[in-house]
C-alpha cells in the first residue's frame, strides 16, 4: 500500500478509535412563522486530525449544523434532540450542550474555532492586524508576557504565509486572501483540536482558494488538529476530505471515506450529486483523487 493510501487508512481507523467529537442524534428547528426542521437527527463522530467534509445543496442545513454543535445559534433555531461531545486530548470530555457563559466562550477559542464565509470582512477595519490578533492572547492567555504575545502574532502569521511585516497593516492594506489567512491565524491561535470551516474560501479566486486550502491541510499535518470542512464544491471536498457526509434535507444520508464515496456511492443523492459536478464525470484523468490500483490492488 503506498505511503498516501497507508497514512488515509490510519487516519480512517483513528477516527473510529479516537474520535475529538461525538454528535449524536442532533435535532435543529427553526421556530419562526414557519417551522423549518432544519438538522434531523444527525450522528457522526470526528476523528482526531481527520478532516470530515460536510457535502450538500444550499439549505440542506450544513451550517446550522456546524453552528449548533458549537453553541453558536441563536432563536428562532432551537436544538431539539441530541448531544455534541468534546474529547480533549487529555482525556476528558465536555459536553458542549452544559456550557454556559464565560466557560463556553473561552471553550470556543481555545478548543473549538470557526473560520466562515466572509470572515475576512470581519476585521476591525481601523485596527492593525498585530492588536487583532494579541487581543486574542490578552483574552484567553493573561499570563502571557508581552513580548512572547508580539513573537506569537509574528509567527502565526507566517504559518499562513503571511509576511509578519504585515502585522502593522490595517485590514484593507490587505488583499482578500491575504485577510482570510489572517482570519485562519486567529482561528488557529489557541491551538483548537478542532477548525470548522464554512465555506472559507468561497469569496476568493480560484489560484488563492487552492493556495489556502494547500496551506490548511500542510497545517492540520503539522499540528493535529481535525477540521469539519463546510462547502457546496464537492469537487473540491474529495480533494481535501479524509471522510465526507453528504447532507439532504437536514439528514446525513451517506458518510463514508472520501476515495470510496467517489467510486463506489452508495446513496441515490450523491450519486446524483456528483453527477451535477461535469468535472467529476466522463473523462475522469484530470481528478485528482482518482482510484488508482497498484499490483497489490491497494488504493494509492
Ligand atoms: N434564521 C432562520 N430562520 C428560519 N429558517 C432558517 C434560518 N436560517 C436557516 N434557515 C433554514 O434552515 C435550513 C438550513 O439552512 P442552512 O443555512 O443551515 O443550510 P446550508 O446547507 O448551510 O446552506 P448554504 O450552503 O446556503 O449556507 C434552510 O431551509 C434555511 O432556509
Known amino acids: 500500500m503506498s505511503e498516501q493510501a497507508q497514512a488515509r487508512v490510519d487516519r480512517a481507523h483513528t477516527a473510529r478509535s479516537h474520535p475529538v467529537l461525538t454528535v449524536e442524534d442532533f435535532s435543529v428547528e427553526y421556530r419562526g412563522e414557519r417551522v423549518v426542521q432544519a438538522v434531523k437527527n444527525v450522528s457522526f463522530e470526528l476523528g482526531r486530525g481527520e478532516i470530515l467534509g460536510l457535502a450538500g445543496e444550499s439549505g440542506c442545513g450544513k451550517s446550522t449544523l456546524a453552528y449548533g454543535i458549537n453553541r453558536l445559534l441563536k432563536p428562532p433555531a432551537l ?26 466562550r473561552a471553550f470556543r477559542w481555545d478548543k473549538i474555532s ?5 470572515a475576512m470582512n470581519s476585521l476591525n477595519p481601523v485596527i492593525t492586524i498585530r492588536a487583532q490578533l494579541e487581543d486574542i492572547f490578552t483574552t484567553h492567555r493573561p499570563e502571557m508576557r508581552k513580548n512572547e504575545r508580539r513573537e506569537k502574532c509574528a509567527e ?7 509576511d509578519r511585516s504585515r502585522l502593522n497593516s490595517y485590514p484593507h492594506e490587505l488583499s482578500g486572501g491575504m485577510r482570510q489567512r489572517v482570519m485562519i491565524a486567529m482561528a488557529m491561535a489557541l491551538d483548537p483540536q478542532i ?18 486550502l494547500r496551506e490548511i491541510t500542510r497545517l492540520r499535518a503539522e499540528l493535529g488538529f481535525a477540521v469539519i470542512f463546510i462547502t457546496h464544491d464537492l469537487p473540491l471536498l474529495l480533494e481535501i476530505s479524509d471522510r465526507i457526509a453528504v447532507m439532504r434535507e437536514g439528514e446525513i444520508v451517506e458518510l463514508g471515506d472520501a476515495v470510496d464515496l467517489y467510486t463506489n456511492p452508495q446513496h441515490p443523492y450523491t450519486k446524483r450529486l456528483l453527477a451535477s459536478f461535469p468535472s467529476l464525470t466522463g473523462a475522469r484523468g484530470g481528478f485528482v483523487r482518482e482510484r488508482k490500483q497498484d499490483p497489490d490492488g491497494e488504493v494509492a
Do not use: C, K, N
Not at 470557526?114 to 466572509?118: E, I, K, P, T, Y
Not at 502565526?156 to 503571511?162: A, S, T, Y
Open 79 to 104: 436544538v431539539t434532540s441530541g448531544s455534541a461531545h468534546f474529547h480533549s486530548r487529555e482525556g476528558y470530555s465536555i459536553d458542549l450542550g452544559e456550557l454556559r457563559g464565560d466557560d463556553l
Open 114 to 118: 470557526m473560520v466562515f464565509q466572509g
Open 156 to 162: 502565526l502569521l507566517e504559518r499562513v504565509g503571511v
Open 195 to 212: 477548525m470548522i470551516m464554512d465555506e472559507p474560501t468561497t469569496a476568493l479566486d480560484v489560484v488563492v482558494q487552492r493556495e489556502i
